[in-house]
């Protein structure tokens, strides 16, 4: 498998903390702020996680939308993509993770891997929510910190060998 570029937003440094669990427990991945990274930087990999948080009323980081803004549909084609989404299912019960659906509809054109079921959380809505399953790894850090290694651990094992 070739190695892994986790690309993450974080304003709070939850989803940076949640990557770097994931790359350690991958063992073959690097992680990127995309506060700071490059197009390049991006391009360079086959195999991506994209993670980030939800604010307000469902929006995506804002870091990510610059990032996004530098990508075409096109960029993703090829690659095998795994997404992360932290939110508070509690406060924001109606727009849970909304923001990982975002970098999960941009890249349509790549393989996208590492749906999960949606039992064991307790949101009223979601974008995130794509056929009766989460879009990827979904976490609230907020709410149910205590089920976030256990949850990280089984999504890794899973995503692990769709990988290129």
Known sequence: MQKIGIFYGSDSSNTQHICQKVAKELGNAETFDVAKASKEEFMSFDNLILATPTYG????????????????????????????GVGDQDTYSDTFCNGVSYLYHKAAKA?????????????????????????????DEDNQSDLSDERISKWVTQIRGEFV
């Open 111 to 139: 393989k996208r891997i590492g749906q999960t079921a949606n039992e064991g959380y307790y949101f009223d809505d979601t974008e995130a929510l794509v056929d009766g399953k989460l879009v990827g790894l979904l976490l």
């Open 57 to 84: 009323s469902g929006d995506l980081q804002d870091d990510w939308e610059s990032f996004l803004g530098a990508l075409s549909e096109e960029d993703f084609a090829g690659k095998v993509i795994a997404f992360i």
